[in-house]
């Protein structure tokens, strides 16, 4: 069975950084579209950055370009998303997904894990 599951999150202040994990069971990551989604309270699912399969070709949505870094660790079968500069509107449920449409991150992903909580005060 596939499997995500997602640690790192945390409390912490604006200006501060968190790395989330997000480990992987039942299938190869470098063969699925990997990346990060995030849902605040009273707002949806949004896709916030993504790594394609077989390559190192990485994108993000315009509100964390340049703060937030997604990368893969094939041999641990994990996927990374390092959060520098967080503001207090990067609070929401991080959410690791797998296998969508790389490049849109509209696309509806087949895999979710269960969330890690972020909050930025």
């Known amino acids: 069975d596939v499997q995500l599951v997602e640690s790192g999150g945390g409390s912490v202040q604006a200006g501060g950084s968190l790395r989330l994990s997000c480990a992987a069971s039942?299938?190869?990551?470098?063969?699925?579209?990997m990346g990060w989604f995030r849902e605040a309270p009273g707002k949806e699912r949004e896709g916030v950055a993504g790594?394609?399969?077989?390559?190192?070709?990485?994108f993000y949505a315009d509100s964390v370009k340049g703060r937030f870094t997604i990368s893969r660790d094939n041999a641990k079968n994990t996927v990374y998303l390092q959060m520098n500069s967080l503001k207090p509107e990067d609070t929401a449920m991080y959410y690791c997904?797998?296998?969508?449409?790389?490049?849109?991150?509209?696309?509806?992903?087949?895999?979710w894990g269960q969330g890690t909580q972020v909050t930025v005060s």
């Open positions: 997904a797998a296998d969508y449409r790389c490049g849109n991150l509209n696309s509806i992903p087949a895999y």
């Open positions: 039942g299938f190869t990551i470098s063969w699925k579209c």
């Open positions: 790594v394609y399969p077989y390559l190192t070709t990485t």
